[in-house]
């Protein structure tokens, strides 16, 4: 592609050579530079990649996107466009490159503090149902038509974001799905991507520091971006942010919570437990009525299926879909059932702090087990603080704990355990526990010493498929190993 065609809807002075370079590829990693790429340097948080530029033409790179002026006597032959932001620049250029896939789908963009990856498993669970062909970004990885891909940050960056949408689109998606973030908001990782519906969940102050955000307004205000650039906002009317957050938005709003204005309303719910059940039904008034059954836990799961059910009737979908979505729902590792047994619960979930730890148990709480039992341990080569209120917790709600490894890496697992009994003292001095170093032995104890009525938590892990010991990383997905454990001594 022509560097001409590349920077189309991009403000930029070319500083020198010519809009008829032809660039094969963008890259942003200096360490990938080679002969026909375009190289985009970009001020980070650590380092200001201008410094690679001269390497870069050394290495044969047709042209160079800057966005403050460097010595361009060591760049003879290089075409070289300055650039207001080289970020902002990058993604529409990402955009243009890969033929602007994200406007031939309909798009959805979640975002908010907590919920935004439960919230896409259920808007994408809806949309399935319906038949629409998805593909999904968030937390979990990216999900498209049976496959599935890691990536390192919750909203990437915009190079790969266009990518994908690409390969969405050739695989046959007509919907990408996506949780936004405040960071791919600020560092323009979503520049040039306009929603059809745009969702926000909730709002608690979180990613606020030293390279993240300056203040909680700061970070309000950086979610709320998303509401300049979708058509519609399905949004929270309850979370008492979203007046704030909504200021200058320029879609038009649907609203879903509590409130007696909310366009649609729950108005009544009940916590429904079964040994292969674990979830909620709960009445919908407003702009319709319906009862709704949702298969995941807790009151918060009523806020995240009333946010897929709003943008499922934004969209047009038929309420049979919402219904069998909602009620199919699973997300890997979040409150995560493995029916293993008629005679107890058990479940995982990826809680790993002290805050996580005690909303899930509190959520379990509400169910009235015959015991709350919870599996834990915490990672190595990290704060004590998180084991000590991770134990002082589990003493306080759980009945009965089984204290056990979580990639240790190079700690004794015997010494992250000492520290937990610390914070298990305190919460609970009579609190009742064992401790089985071994995770698998300790997810063996768990099912064989299980009491009718029981709920039992495994968590920590979530999804993850590995275990780390001693700085090796052994193949281990507890949902896996669990049924295999099951059927080995023929559980019932």
């Given at each position: 592609?022509k560097?001409e065609?590349?920077?189309?809807?991009?403000?930029f002075?070319?500083a020198?050579g010519?809009?008829?370079?032809?660039?094969s590829?963008i890259?942003y990693?200096?360490?990938?530079?080679a002969?026909?790429?375009?190289?985009?340097?970009?001020?980070?948080?650590?380092?200001?990649?201008h410094?690679?530029?001269?390497?870069?033409a050394?290495?044969?790179?047709?042209?160079?996107?800057?966005?403050?002026?460097?010595d361009?006597?060591?760049?003879p032959?290089?075409?070289?466009?300055?650039?207001?932001?080289?970020r902002?620049?990058?993604?529409?250029?990402?955009a243009?490159l890969?033929?602007?896939?994200?406007?031939?789908?309909?798009?959805?963009?979640?975002?908010?503090?907590?919920?935004k990856?439960?919230?896409?498993?259920?808007?994408?669970s809806v949309?399935?149902?319906?038949?629409?062909?998805v593909g999904?970004?968030?937390?979990n990885?990216?999900?498209?038509?049976?496959?599935h891909?890691?990536t390192?940050?919750?909203?990437?960056?915009?190079?790969e974001?266009q990518?994908?949408f690409?390969?969405?689109?050739d695989a046959?998606?007509?919907t990408?799905?996506?949780?936004v973030s405040?960071?791919g908001?600020?560092?323009?990782?979503?520049?040039?991507?306009?929603?059809?519906?745009?969702?926000f969940t909730?709002?608690?102050?979180?990613?606020?520091?030293p390279?993240?955000?300056k203040?909680?307004?700061?970070?309000?205000?950086?979610?709320g971006?998303?509401f300049?650039?979708?058509?519609?906002?399905v949004?929270?009317?309850?979370?008492?942010?979203t007046?704030?957050?909504?200021?200058?938005h320029?879609?038009?709003l649907?609203?879903y919570?509590r409130?007696?204005q909310?366009?649609?309303r729950?108005t009544?719910?009940?916590l429904?437990r079964?040994?292969?059940f674990l979830?909620?039904?709960?009445?919908?008034?407003?702009?319709?009525?319906?009862?709704?059954?949702?298969?995941?836990?807790?009151?918060f799961?009523?806020?995240n299926?009333?946010?897929?059910?709003a943008?499922?009737k934004?969209?047009?979908l038929?309420?049979?879909a919402?219904?069998?979505?909602l009620?199919k729902?699973?997300?890997?590792?979040?409150v995560?059932?493995v029916?293993?047994?008629?005679?107890f619960?058990?479940l995982?979930?990826?809680?790993?702090?002290?805050?996580?730890?005690?909303?899930l148990l509190?959520?379990?709480?509400?169910?009235?087990?015959?015991?709350l039992?919870v599996?834990?341990?915490?990672?190595?080569?990290?704060?004590?603080?998180?084991?000590?209120?991770?134990?002082?917790?589990?003493?306080?709600?759980?009945?009965?704990?089984?204290?056990t490894?979580?990639n240790?890496?190079?700690?004794?697992?015997e010494?992250?355990?000492?520290?937990?009994r610390?914070?298990?003292?305190?919460?609970?001095?009579?609190?009742?526990?064992v401790e089985?170093?071994?995770?698998?032995d300790?997810?063996?104890y768990?099912?064989?010493?299980?009491?009718?009525g029981?709920?039992?938590?495994v968590?920590?892990k979530g999804?993850?498929?590995?275990r780390?010991?001693?700085?090796?990383?052994?193949?281990?997905l507890?949902?896996e190993?669990?049924?295999?454990?099951?059927?080995?001594i023929?559980?019932?």
């Amino acid at each position: 592609m022509k560097l001409e065609q590349l920077l189309e809807g991009v403000p930029f002075t070319l500083a020198q050579g010519s809009l008829d370079t032809e660039i094969s590829d963008i890259i942003y990693d200096s360490r990938k530079a080679a002969p026909g790429l375009l190289f985009v340097c970009i001020v980070g948080t650590q380092r200001d990649s201008h410094e690679f530029a001269a390497d870069c033409a050394a290495k044969g790179v047709s042209a160079l996107v800057i966005q403050h002026d460097i010595d361009l006597s060591a760049l003879p032959g290089v075409t070289v466009v300055k650039v207001e932001s080289s970020r902002y620049a990058m993604a529409l250029m990402s955009a243009n490159l890969f033929g602007n896939p994200s406007r031939k789908m309909t798009m959805i963009g979640v975002t908010g503090t907590k919920g935004k990856t439960t919230t896409t498993h259920m808007i994408k669970s809806v949309l399935e149902a319906a038949g629409r062909k998805v593909g999904m970004i968030g937390t979990n990885g990216i999900y498209y038509m049976g496959r599935h891909k890691d990536t390192a940050n919750t909203t990437p960056e915009s190079y790969e974001l266009q990518k994908t949408f690409r390969e969405f689109l050739d695989a046959g998606c007509d919907t990408a799905l996506m949780e936004v973030s405040s960071q791919g908001l600020m560092m323009d990782r979503v520049a040039g991507v306009h929603y059809n519906v745009g969702v926000f969940t909730n709002l608690s102050p979180d990613h606020i520091g030293p390279g993240e955000h300056k203040t909680f307004e700061e970070y309000r205000s950086w979610k709320g971006q998303l509401f300049k650039r979708c058509d519609v906002g399905v949004v929270n009317i309850d979370d008492e942010n979203t007046e704030a957050l909504l200021e200058g938005h320029t879609c038009r709003l649907v609203t879903y919570g509590r409130a007696e204005q909310a366009d649609y309303r729950e108005t009544g719910f009940e916590l429904l437990r079964t040994h292969d059940f674990l979830g909620v039904k709960f009445h919908v008034t407003g702009k319709d009525e319906m009862d709704v059954k949702v298969n995941m836990p807790g009151e918060f799961s009523v806020y995240n299926a009333l946010a897929a059910l709003a943008v499922g009737k934004v969209l047009g979908l038929p309420d049979q879909a919402i219904h069998d979505g909602l009620g199919k729902c699973v997300v890997k590792g979040r409150v995560e059932l493995v029916p293993i047994s008629k005679k107890f619960t058990i479940l995982l979930d990826y809680a790993h702090n002290e805050v996580s730890t005690e909303s899930l148990l509190t959520t379990l709480r509400a169910y009235k087990p015959h015991r709350l039992v919870v599996v834990f341990g915490c990672g190595g080569n990290r704060s004590k603080l998180r084991r000590y209120g991770m134990g002082e917790i589990c003493a306080k709600m759980a009945d009965f704990s089984i204290l056990t490894e979580d990639n240790n890496r190079f700690e004794k697992v015997e010494d992250i355990l000492a520290d937990i009994r610390v914070g298990m003292n305190k919460g609970n001095p009579d609190a009742k526990f064992v401790e089985i170093p071994d995770r698998l032995d300790a997810l063996h104890y768990a099912v064989d010493h299980a009491q009718e009525g029981d709920l039992i938590a495994v968590i920590g892990k979530g999804h993850e498929t590995y275990r780390d010991r001693e700085g090796v990383k052994t193949p281990f997905l507890e949902r896996e190993l669990l049924e295999e454990y099951a059927q080995q001594i023929g559980l019932e």
